[in-house]
């Protein structure tokens, strides 16, 4: 079992930065993947970001070259950068995690309880 708790996010005007950070614990050696689910109201939840612990990395086409994800093996922790930010990526914002590959396909089992995230414009 894995438990992902979040922090970071908060309110930002448009074009502004924001930096949010997932502490994974329990059974963290089995991890093969990481990464960034978002939540817009009436809206399906979609995978932002996501990458391996060898490296690979997924981005979404709405945000390349805006949100970078990153990860410290040390202290167990993913980071996803958000700049340039826009009032479309208002949404709450899931930590997930995986044993098995596939970073992009569906199914990750362990989520974080969600940071919510707001760009004013």
């Known amino acids: 079992q894995v438990q992902l708790v979040e922090s970071g996010g908060g309110l930002v005007q448009a074009g502004g930065s924001l930096r949010l950070s997932c502490a994974a614990s329990g059974s963290t050696s089995r991890i093969n993947a990481m990464g960034w689910y978002r939540q817009a109201p009436g809206k399906q939840r979609d995978l932002v970001a996501a990458?391996?612990?060898?490296?690979?990395?997924h981005y979404a086409d709405s945000v390349k070259g805006r949100f970078t994800i990153s990860r410290d093996n040390v202290k167990n922790t993913v980071y996803l950068q958000m700049n340039s930010l826009k009032p479309e990526d208002t949404a709450v914002y899931y930590c997930?995690?995986?044993?098995?590959?596939?970073?992009?396909?569906?199914?990750?089992?362990?989520w974080g309880q969600g940071t919510q995230v707001t760009v004013s414009s």
């Open positions: 990458l391996t612990m060898s490296g690979s990395t």
């Open positions: 997930v995690a995986r044993y098995d590959s596939g970073i992009t396909r569906s199914g990750y089992p362990y």
